[in-house]
């Protein structure tokens, strides 16, 4: 990968790690907030319930990307970045430009997700 490339996608795992972390403050705070007000109607409480719960699932997401984040940064660092962990082929540009975190190559992640719904259903 061209080191202008590389440069690049580093900017951009670090914004999302920035925009996450502050995100996530800011969800935890926000979280707090609701469990100290009164509720006083049922209308308030459901309205209350469900924005939580998009913020529980935001969080989840949230969470589950930045160890990649984290790993990625690792590869960068270590000159290992787009570089797939399972066949060891190159992820390539356009795959890293829609997710500059992705550890795997489309086949292999394909392959992984494969798996998981089999094992699921099982
Ligand atoms: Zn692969």
């Known amino acids: 990968m061209k080191k202008k490339d590389l440069d690049r996608f580093k900017e951009r795992l670090l914004n999302q790690k920035q925009q996450i972390l502050h995100s996530s403050e800011k ?3 926000e979280q707090m907030n609701i469990e100290r007000e009164d509720l006083p109607d049922e209308i ?3 309205s209350s319930e469900l924005s939580k719960s998009l913020m529980l699932r935001l969080n989840d997401r949230e969470r589950a990307i930045l160890p990649k984040i984290e790993r990625a940064l ?3 660092g270590r000159g290992e970045y787009g570089i797939c962990e399972n066949c060891e082929s190159e ?3 356009s795959r890293l430009e829609v997710r ?3 550890l795997l ?3 292999c992640k394909e392959e992984e997700e494969h798996k998981e719904k089999l094992y699921a259903n099982s």
């Open 44 to 46: 308030d409480q459901a």
């Open 100 to 102: 500059p975190f992705a």
């Open 91 to 93: 992820i390539g540009l």
């Open 27 to 29: 969800i935890r705070a």
């Open 74 to 76: 690792e590869k960068i």
């Open 105 to 107: 190559c489309i086949k």
